[in-house]
């Protein structure tokens, strides 16, 4: 079984800042993928960033990047240059090699304020 | 490229009715995923299906819940006989999973349907 564990139910930030998001994962699978989501107040699950976990290189898409720590089984992301529109919650996700369905953290709500 | 659609977007049902909730993939995609958001909480993975076939249904309720993914038309996952403790936004997700093929583990979400059961 896999868990997923975002420790900051919420974070605010200014707009322009920098803010990293938490997310610890287990898995006893050798071959997995993490994700990070969006849910904006539109409630749509948009994907942010992908990582597989057999790549040592860091996921970066455009201002969104994240920080994998494959030994201590932990997937930050940071978002840089915040924007008004990254207002939303934050879900972290990971799916084991063999494993078909996602397994969802319990999110983070960021807001950026004006 | 249209992505996954869902429908209804919102759906009213009295306690003892059935909810069909229905999705269509992406282009492209021949596996789909259903999720259920209960308020303030993360998706939960309810069960996951290829065409005329079901996969894994290891987080489906036992009773009152089913899906199928028929060979023409979309996947619908229905719920007999609905309570309260039903309301939920549910989502399907899409991928390809086709082996070799660039990003195919990757799901990608409708906008759901949120079901609200009085």
């Known amino acids: 079984a896999q868990t997923v564990t975002q420790s900051q139910p919420e974070m605010s930030v200014q707009e322009a800042e920098t803010v990293t998001l938490s997310c610890t994962y287990d898995t006893s699978e050798s071959n997995y993928y993490l994700f990070w989501y969006k849910q904006p107040p539109s409630r749509q699950m948009i994907l942010v960033i992908r990582?597989?976990?057999?790549?040592?290189q860091n996921a970066t898409e455009n201002r969104f990047s994240v920080n994998f720590q494959k030994a201590a089984k932990s997937f930050s992301l940071k978002i840089s240059d915040s924007q008004l529109g990254d207002t939303a919650m934050y879900f972290c996700?990971?799916?084991?090699?063999?494993?078909?369905?996602?397994?969802f953290g319990k999110g983070t709500h960021l807001i950026i304020q004006p | 490229n249209a992505g996954v659609m869902q429908n209804p977007r919102h759906l009213v049902r009295r306690r003892g009715q059935e909810a069909r909730l229905r999705c269509s993939p992406m282009k492209g995609h021949s596996h789909v995923y259903w999720y259920r958001q209960l308020p303030e909480e993360g998706l939960k993975f309810m069960v996951y299906?290829?065409?005329?076939?079901?996969?894994?249904e290891s987080g489906m309720p036992k009773e009152r819940f089913s899906a199928e993914f028929p060979k023409e038309g979309p996947s619908i996952l229905r719920i007999q006989q609905v309570v309260r403790g039903d309301s939920a936004a549910y989502f399907c997700?899409?991928?390809?999973?086709?082996?070799?093929?660039?990003?195919?583990?990757?799901?990608?979400f409708g906008p759901g349907t949120r079901l609200l059961v009085l």
């Open positions: 996700a990971s799916m084991g090699g063999g494993a078909d369905g996602l397994t």
């Open positions: 990582q597989e976990a057999y790549k040592q």
């Open positions: 997700a899409s991928s390809r999973r086709t082996s070799g093929a660039q990003n195919a583990e990757t799901q990608y």
């Open positions: 299906l290829q065409k005329e076939n079901i996969i894994d």
